[in-house]
């Protein structure tokens, strides 16, 4: 079993910073993509950032220029620097990682969240 947890969310004022945590735990081998989404009320999941084992990126048009993620892979965690945070930016975030296994389907697996608000 695989436990996924997100930490650093919390109220912040536009303009302002937050860094959110992703750590993984339990039977992996290792982590081919670790990827960030949001979800704001009433609007869909979408995509935030996304990084490979291989260290290629992706980010949300929304976000680029202000969002950057990162992995530490001994640890199995990922990061999402947000600055300059807007109150459109206000969401619950998740982490979603797809484990590598040995002799069966890659698995992804996703958090509970943490959420995110900025004040105007």
């Known amino acids: 079993q695989v436990h996924v947890v997100e930490s650093g969310g919390g109220l912040v004022q536009a303009g302002g910073s937050l860094r959110l945590s992703c750590s993984a735990s339990?039977?992996?081998?290792?982590?081919?993509?670790m990827e960030w989404y949001r979800q704001a009320p009433g609007k869909q999941r979408e995509l935030v950032a996304g990084?490979?084992?291989?260290?290629?990126?992706v980010y949300g048009d929304s976000v680029k220029g202000r969002f950057t993620i990162s992995r530490d892979n001994a640890k199995h965690t990922a990061y999402l620097q947000m600055n300059s945070l807007k109150p459109e930016d206000t969401a619950v975030y998740y982490c979603?990682?797809?484990?590598?296994?040995?002799?069966?389907?890659?698995?992804?697996?996703w958090g509970q969240g943490t959420q995110v608000t900025v004040s105007s």
């Open positions: 339990g039977s992996i081998y290792s982590i081919n993509f």
């Open positions: 979603r990682i797809n484990v590598r296994n040995i002799g069966s389907a890659d698995t992804t697996f």
């Open positions: 990084k490979s084992s291989g260290g290629s990126t």
